[in-house]
């Protein structure tokens, strides 16, 4: 019976869990395997210390690894994906800049970091990123839409503008009128012929609802300005 009750407590302990390891812990070992050349290793060590506690593994990132190293952008994007995860989005936007600093062409990185602009309300540097995005990929289909919409909604919000500032003329003279013509044509050049181009190459991608509804509504609009 007592060999039988020390067989059960010796299958109960070896079947719980492993205790998990802490941040520090991870991170020694890191050390270690970046010391022994084991890089993929020594990644994967640093993503799990990243979630087991992010400001040490942040602060090791500062303090400990050589920023010439080549390991550096690897572990950048390791700190932006888990700060976006968790939606701490300045961080995010931080480590995303770290890896663009050294890999400024990253496509993937490019639409990730506009991503995160997008959820700091920051549009405009979210647009200089699509736009540079496509300068490396004329076909990514995320940057086309959003670039259209952008474009698009802009291109509402100032012919909204026209249109009231000339309705509130009681009686427009032919030089007002001229006025609002030539700026309604301003604004189909600046910003819904750009729209347009964007959500066209949109269609030609993915067959999008939403684009060609979008499309009509601008093609309307190009009509009015060519009467």
Known sequence: MKTFTLFLTYLFVTLLPA???????????MSEALAAGQNDYAVSLFRQAAQSNADETEMYYWTEINKSGDLVPRLA????VYYK??????????FYRELLQRRPDDVSALVSCAEVQLMRDKEKDAMKLYEKVLTLDNDNLQAN???GNYYYLQAEKAKKKLDDDY????????MQYA???????DVYSNSYAKAKNYLQRVLQLFPSNEAGKTLEKIRKVEKEVRQ
Request: hydrophobic letters at 30%.
């Open 19 to 29: 205790s998990p390891q802490t941040a520090g812990t991870l991170l020694n070992k």
């Open 77 to 80: 994007q390791e700190l932006a």
């Open 85 to 94: 995860g968790v939606r701490n989005y300045d961080k995010a936007y931080l």
């Open 145 to 147: 839409i959003f670039l």
């Open 167 to 174: 309705k509130k003329l009681t009686s427009p003279t032919k």
């Open 179 to 185: 006025r609002y013509r030539n700026g309604l044509s």
